[in-house]
């Protein structure tokens, strides 16, 4: 699709309109500069454990480390990061009661990247940031109360996904031919990996199919369906919430549809990717009400436009599901399980599911060298701390502006005034064509194009013709002519020109069947 915009592009000397990828095209600059700041604090410390003039020098030594801190941002008061991390730093002090030589050593060592990640699983105030943050970020400012989330600082959440299939299938937790639920339209790979050879999951599709009452997708799901996880059967739900590609949060009455089958069917294990719950005011999620049954992954790459860092968290609840079913596992298979965690521990029955997907990590040999890299780490803790100290919101408020305004655009452009929504992210917009066409034509119409084409025929037109790129939405188990637009990597008056296009295209369709014999007898 890539190849056949630029050729258009290089023909007619236009810019190419790549809407496919959902890679955002700003940064979160404040923790960024914080950084590179914090990093030059740390080189000083390693001179000053000793300082050859080959360029070796030492690595950053805990004592006294604080004052020294303190010192340092004192004599630098103009240098970008720096009033972030002071207020970062006094942040961890008050509100985390960090111990502050503890703390900085593991910003200086951590950002120097001189030790292995200790422990693995993730830095001691690393997670304390990160439990704050995401009590704000997926669980409203209210998380459940007398809960405690451990988390698994990953590398990215698509390698978060990739480490709980493989700790559901190692203990036995989902095994070749259990039946899953899957809502969707969805991230791809939760279609693709558990059609894998060692998987070979039964899948259920909880379709987002409900309309409204002018026949346009709410992207919502049914309650007939959601009731249908009520049958003990279904060993597991994934989810992304909100959804990728139509970009909406699950509607309250599908949360509490989702906890009435967890009533029924206590056992059932979920997975919630909410990478997008940050583009939706008020957002909770699954783990903020079902903390019980729920591990989530949480993504720092879109909000904070980092996708080039590979930095995420899984969250997993010390009281979960996971390990009591572990816990009940059949003799022979605690017997396997024992064997194979034992270089690990002598109490295995006690290592903790997160732990155990820390070690599958890395294919437990290597456990002793797992975890995500600390500079990594640092950044991600930057971040979250970004956001704790945005008290009014500041950040957030332009964020969600900045993506809304550019799907208003799209849509303006493209005919037509969307009503506003709380449930939508706009990350993405998923326009379904055939219904579109059917809206601006008839249904005969409508009928005709589906008839007439392959629902890829417009995705290509729209490069081939316009340059413009974008992804079939039935790759996503979307509606068949459903294309997926993402609102992140171009500039507003770019959705303009793609909403121009889209429009185009679907008018060069009924062109063509007003031209043919079908729209005459019509």
């Known amino acids: 699709i890539i190849a056949m915009a630029g050729e258009k592009v290089r023909k007619a000397a236009n810019t190419m309109l790549n809407a496919g990828r959902g890679n955002p095209n700003w940064v979160a600059i404040e923790a960024r500069e914080a950084f590179f700041a ?13 300082d050859m003039p080959e360029g070796i020098a030492g690595v950053p030594q805990k004592e006294g480390i604080a004052v020294r801190f303190e010192t340092w941002m004192h004599n630098n008061p103009s240098l970008p990061g720096i009033d972030f991390l002071r207020r970062a730093y006094t942040y961890c002090l008050v509100e985390l009661l960090a111990d502050a030589d503890s703390l900085v050593e593991e910003w200086a060592g951590g950002i120097t990247g001189h030790n292995y990640p200790t422990p693995p699983r993730i830095l001691e105030y690393t997670e304390r940031i990160n439990r704050r943050f995401l009590d704000w970020a997926l669980c409203s400012g209210n998380p459940p109360a007398g809960n405690v989330f451990d988390l698994f600082a990953v590398e990215g959440s698509t390698a978060g996904m990739c480490y709980a299939f493989d700790v559901l299938k190692h203990n036995f937790l989902l095994k070749k031919g259990d039946s899953i639920a899957i809502m969707v339209p969805i991230f791809t790979p939760y279609i693709e990996i558990p059609q894998l050879d060692e998987f070979e999951y039964d899948v259920l599709d909880i379709k987002a199919d409900a309309m409204d009452k002018d026949g346009l997708h709410t992207w919502q799901y049914n309650p007939e369906d959601i009731a249908r996880l009520k049958d003990p059967r279904y060993k597991m739900l994934f989810v992304v919430n ?16 989702i906890k009435e089958a967890v009533k029924a069917n206590p056992d059932l294990m979920i997975l919630t990717d909410d990478v997008y719950g940050t583009f939706v005011k008020g957002y909770r999620s699954l783990i903020a009400d079902l903390p019980y049954n729920s591990m989530s992954c949480y993504s720092f790459s879109k909000y904070y436009g980092a996708t080039g860092w590979r930095i995420a968290v899984t969250a997993v609840s010390r009281d979960n599901v996971f390990d009591r079913l572990i816990s009940e596992l059949p003799d022979d298979k605690k017997a396997l399980l024992e064997q194979r965690y034992q270089t690990l521990t002598l109490d295995v029955k006690n290592l903790g599911f997160i732990d155990r997907m820390v070690a599958e990590s890395r ?65 993405y917009s998923e326009i379904d064509l055939l219904v579109w066409a059917e809206k601006l034509h008839g249904k005969e119409f409508a009928d005709y194009i589906d008839r007439t084409y392959n629902p890829l025929t417009a995705v ?48 060069q369709f009924a062109d063509e069947w007003k031209s043919s014999d079908g729209a005459k007898q019509g």
């Not at 914090?38 to 454990?49: I, P, V």
């Not at 909100?242 to 549809?257: F, G, K, L, M, R």
């Not at 640092?378 to 009014?392: C, R, T, V």
């Not at 550019?406 to 709380?422: I, Q």
């Open 242 to 257: 909100p959804s990728n590609p139509p970009s909406y949060a699950i509607a309250p009455e599908t949360v509490e549809a």
């Open 460 to 507: 290509f037109r729209l490069a081939s013709e316009t340059g413009s790129v974008v992804l079939n939405g039935d790759g996503f188990d979307g509606p068949r002519w459903s294309i997926r637009v993402s609102l992140a990597n171009l500039d507003e008056a770019d959705y303009v020109r793609l909403g121009q296009n889209i429009r185009k295209i679907l008018d």
């Open 38 to 50: 914090l990093g030059q604090f740390a080189a000083s410390e390693c001179r000053r454990d000793f």
């Open 363 to 427: 294919l437990i040999a290597l456990n002793h060298t797992a975890g995500l890299s600390t500079p990594q780490q640092i950044q991600m803790s930057l971040f979250a701390l970004g956001s704790l100290l945005d008290k009014e919101g500041i950040y957030h408020e332009r964020m969600l502006k900045l993506i809304h305004d550019r799907y208003n655009a799209l849509w303006k452009s493209f005919g037509f005034t969307m009503p506003a929504d709380p449930l939508r992210a706009d990350y």
